[in-house]
C-alpha cells in the first residue's frame, strides 16, 4: 500500500510541476509580447502527501522496534470563500480536451484556460505528458 501511495503522491508532484512550467511559460509569452487583454487565472493543485502511521513494540532488548501500521493520502480541506466546503466542479472530463462548461458559464473561463494548460504541457513535454480530468473550484484546482 505505500507503492500505491508514493506513486499517487508523486503524481500529484509532476501535476503542480507541470502547471508551474505552464505559468512560466506564460511570463515568458508576457514579457516578450505584453499582457493578454484578459486576466490569467491563478490556479493551483491541492496541497497532498504522504503520512505513514507506525506501531510501537517492545522487544526482549533494551530498544523498540517499529512497524508500518497504516498509510495515508492526506490532502488538504478545501473550503469556499466563507468557510463552508463547496462542491467540485468538473471543467475538462479525461477524454477531450474540450472545455465541459457552457460558454454562458460565469467560469468558462477557467475550463478554457485549463485547456490552454493542456496544450502548452502536450507541446513542451514533446507529447509526452498534459493533466487531464480537471476539477474543482475557482482558485484550486483538484486532480483525480
Not at 506564460?26 to 504522504?50: N, T, Y
Not at 505513514?52 to 530498544?63: C, E, L, P, Q, Y
Not at 507529447?127 to 482558485?139: E, F, I, R, W
Request: include cysteine; hydrophobic fraction near 40%.
Amino acid at each position: 500500500e505505500l507503492e500505491k501511495m508514493l506513486i499517487e503522491a508523486n503524481v500529484f508532484y509532476w501535476a503542480a510541476s507541470l502547471l508551474s512550467h505552464t505559468y512560466s511559460y506564460i511570463s515568458q509569452v508576457v514579457s516578450a509580447k505584453g499582457s493578454p487583454p484578459f486576466e490569467v487565472p491563478q490556479l493551483r493543485f491541492v496541497k497532498a502527501g504522504v503520512a505513514i502511521v507506525h506501531d510501537s513494540t517492545a522487544t526482549k532488548s533494551d530498544g523498540k522496534v517499529t512497524t508500518m501500521h497504516r498509510v495515508y493520502l492526506v490532502e488538504e480541506l478545501i473550503e469556499d470563500c466563507n468557510g463552508g466546503s463547496s462542491e467540485f466542479i468538473k471543467f475538462i472530463h479525461n477524454g477531450s480536451a474540450i472545455p465541459l462548461l457552457a460558454e454562458v458559464d460565469p467560469l468558462y473561463f477557467i475550463a478554457e484556460f485549463l485547456s490552454f494548460t493542456q496544450h502548452v504541457q502536450y507541446e513542451k513535454t514533446g507529447g509526452l505528458a498534459y493533466v487531464s480530468d480537471l476539477q474543482g473550484m475557482y482558485t484550486t484546482i483538484i486532480m483525480t
